[in-house]
């Protein structure tokens, strides 16, 4: 899956044109909706691929219905970070999944090598920090990646209450929110970014877990999936504020790009 610069730079650009209502709630809790935006990248292996094959229809809808029930504009600002997580992770999950699967392409026509799914997460984060943000504006992320404890007790609250359970992870609250308040991302080095497109940037032919055929580069993806996310902000924000049940055709897909249901 796409690492935490890739998912940063993805949920920032969506607040540029964000509603209202999504970006009050924002304001309110920014590193609620920041912590939210690196979704279960921060856990242990084990229980990120357990959040990552878990039914979206119900993560959202129990936790929207949570929401509901409480009133945390904290939970919600985390849960409408977590939904930009899972929508850039549906569509970029496969895209890893497939090239580390069939190799790498070398720039101008070259030969394909082999790259470890965590080779090309590595790589796209690295384009990220080169080409959108900066290793200044990446080094200033690190730095202020501090949450409030008011913000980790809800969040941690919210695990235990819902998300735990929801996807088989046990955890208790003190190692939960231990996961929460060390989250650190790692600025990746930049070597060996002229030899392999990492980002499918010549556009060769890729393929999801339903076998469709794309030639999108990661580049187009963080930008043409925007759409979609907002879609499914809305949808969520209309959820926890009114109870109602989800439209499962948009959560059709689970955070590994698979077939939820």
Not at 54 to 63: E, G, K, L, M, N
Not at 160 to 175: A, G, Q
Not at 230 to 244: G, H, P, V
Request: proline residues 3%; glycine residues 6%.
């Amino acid at each position: 899956m796409p690492r935490h610069f890739a998912h940063y730079y993805f949920s920032q650009k969506l607040l540029e044109d964000a509603g209202y209502a999504i970006s009050a709630i924002v304001d309110l809790y920014p590193d609620a909706y920041l912590l939210g935006s690196l979704g279960a990248d921060l856990f242990h292996s084990e229980h990120r691929e357990r959040l990552d094959v878990a039914d979206p229809v119900q993560i959202f809808s129990v936790t929207a219905r949570h929401i509901f029930m409480n009133g945390s504009k904290c939970q919600l600002s985390y849960m409408l970070g977590l939904v930009s997580h899972y929508a850039l992770d549906r569509i970029a999950n496969p895209f890893v999944e497939y090239f580390a699967q069939n190799g790498v392409s070398q720039y101008f026509g070259g030969k394909t090598e082999t790259a470890s799914r965590e080779e090309i997460e590595i790589g796209i984060d690295r384009h990220i920090i080169r080409d959108y943000l900066g290793t200044e504006r990446a080094l200033g992320i690190v730095g202020s990646l501090k949450t409030r404890p008011i913000v980790l007790e809800e969040i941690t609250d919210l695990y235990m209450d819902v998300l735990n359970d929801l996807s088989d992870i046990y955890l208790n609250t003190h190692k939960t929110r231990a996961l929460l308040e060390s989250v650190s991302p790692d600025i990746p080095l930049s070597e060996g970014l002229g030899r392999l497109d990492y980002m499918n940037r010549e556009n060769h032919e890729w393929r999801d877990l339903e076998k469709n055929k794309y030639v999108q580069s990661m580049d187009e993806i963080l930008s043409g999936e925007r759409e979609n996310a907002y879609l499914l902000l809305e949808e969520y924000m209309s959820m926890a504020r009114s109870n109602k049940d989800p439209d499962p055709d948009k959560f059709s897909l689970n955070a590994l790009g698979g077939k939820a249901f």
